[in-house]
């Protein structure tokens, strides 16, 4: 009778060590599942990350907020032309320079207004430029392998006992599920992201029609700030998902199974932590309110 309940329990034990080992292993899959998303969507500009959307953002900016951003303009170049009447004591000390500078301000505040979605595509562009060249060098990086790390865990697994394996199964099914709400949550924070840039971008014409104005410009620089620290923010995204990688490359493998596991899930927890703090970090960076 002894030896059937220590073959039972040795196929027990072999079955709940290689349902830990698959599990396990699939942690490191949906990490680098997730990783490689996050750096595919940070390195797209709005046009190339959703064209039909863009297509449609585009639309909607010009034909309803295009025509509102004209009326704004023509209050704004008004606004300017009375400035420079009555600045030289209403024309009685009046530069035909003056009148000149206000017809070139003009033409600059027509440009802008007109060219309004090149400029905000040069601003992502210039933002993807640096994004790609950041992951150009980090690329090495951004794919863990746990071959090595799943034999350490093997050899582990061997010392323990039955009930251990049963509670360690129990743990990393939670593990699981943890990591599940994680990924739903870095879903969130990406996703999130690119449709600010969508609402951000669909009301581009209005603050840029108040660029040239000394008194209503700061409404248009603002915007401009703004439009810089969310493009930008995909960098810092890039490089907490560097350091994330990285950090969970080097658990230590030869301590506890349990340490290695729930070091995972804390990078993990400090990863969507760091995702969060980007946006408003970059908005510090450019002075964005």
């Known amino acids: 009778m002894g030896w059937l309940l220590d073959g039972l329990f040795d196929t027990i034990k072999q079955n709940l060590i290689e349902a830990i080992m698959a599990r396990f292993a699939g942690i490191y899959d949906t990490i680098n599942a997730e990783?490689?998303?996050i750096a595919?969507?940070?390195g797209q500009t709005p046009g190339d990350w959703n064209p039909g959307v863009f297509a449609?953002?585009?639309t909607l900016s010009e034909t309803a907020v295009l025509p509102v951003a004209g009326m704004i303009l023509t209050f704004v170049l008004c606004y300017e032309l009375i400035q420079v009447i009555i600045e030289k004591n209403n024309m009685h000390d009046f530069e035909v320079f003056n009148l000149y500078k206000w017809i070139f301000k003009t033409f600059c505040a027509v440009f802008i207004l007109t060219h309004t979605f090149d400029i905000v595509m040069?601003?992502?562009?210039?933002a993807q430029n640096v994004i790609n060249a950041g992951a150009g060098a980090i690329t090495g990086t951004l794919d863990m392998n746990a071959d090595d790390a799943l034999v350490n865990l093997e050899?582990?697994?061997?010392?323990?006992?039955v009930f251990e394996l049963m509670?360690?199964?129990l743990e990393t099914f939670l593990i699981n599920i943890c990591l599940t709400i994680l990924t739903i949550c870095i879903f969130i924070i990406i996703f999130g992201r690119m449709l600010e840039i969508y609402l951000t971008i669909s009301v581009a014409p209005i603050p840029l029609s108040t660029m040239v104005n000394r008194e209503w410009g700061q409404?248009?620089?603002n915007y401009l700030k703004g439009l810089f620290a969310l493009a930008f923010q995909g960098f810092l995204i890039m490089v907490c998902v560097a350091i994330y990688a990285a950090l969970v490359a080097d658990i230590p493998m030869a301590g506890t199974v349990h340490g290695a596991i729930w070091g995972t899930v804390g990078y993990t927890v400090l990863l969507c932590f760091a995702l969060f703090k980007t946006g408003s970090l970059s908005k510090s960076v450019f002075s964005a309110h």
């Open 167 to 169: 509670g360690l199964w």
């Open 35 to 37: 990783v490689g998303s």
């Open 40 to 42: 595919g969507n940070v």
């Open 155 to 161: 050899a582990m697994l061997q010392t323990l006992g």
């Open 219 to 221: 409404i248009g620089n």
């Open 56 to 58: 449609m953002i585009r």
């Open 122 to 126: 040069f601003v992502f562009a210039l």
